[in-house]
């Protein structure tokens, strides 16, 4: 869980510097692959997991980029997080 934390504070951090979406997606997908594979080996399960994992980052992310500059970008920036790290 700690490396979960590490890990999206490192891609949002690199989402709010960039503004670049996709590349956070990406970045999130694999790392959140990796770490299955880590932990729980080879399987079918985990690559489709890491594939839903990546395209709800995609959302998330997307999002975000709708929501910026509205008040609602803070709010939607927290429950991305929360959202993210539930998922994976």
């Known amino acids: 869980?700690?490396?979960?934390?590490?890990?999206?504070?490192a891609v949002m951090s690199y989402y709010?510097?960039?503004?670049?979406?996709?590349n956070a997606a990406i970045f999130?997908?694999?790392?959140?692959?990796l770490l299955s594979l880590i932990f729980h080996g080879f399987s079918i399960g985990v690559i489709l997991g890491s594939g839903l994992s990546?395209?709800?980052?995609?959302g998330v992310f997307k999002?975000?980029?709708?929501?910026?500059?509205?008040?609602y970008y803070w709010p939607a920036y927290i429950g991305g997080i929360f959202v993210l790290v539930a998922v994976s």
């Open 54 to 58: 990546f395209l709800i980052a995609l």
């Open 28 to 33: 999130w997908g694999v790392a959140t692959l």
């Open 1 to 9: 869980m700690i490396l979960k934390i590490l890990l999206i504070m």
């Open 16 to 22: 709010t510097t960039t503004s670049k979406a996709f």
């Open 63 to 71: 999002l975000l980029e709708y929501a910026e500059g509205s008040g």
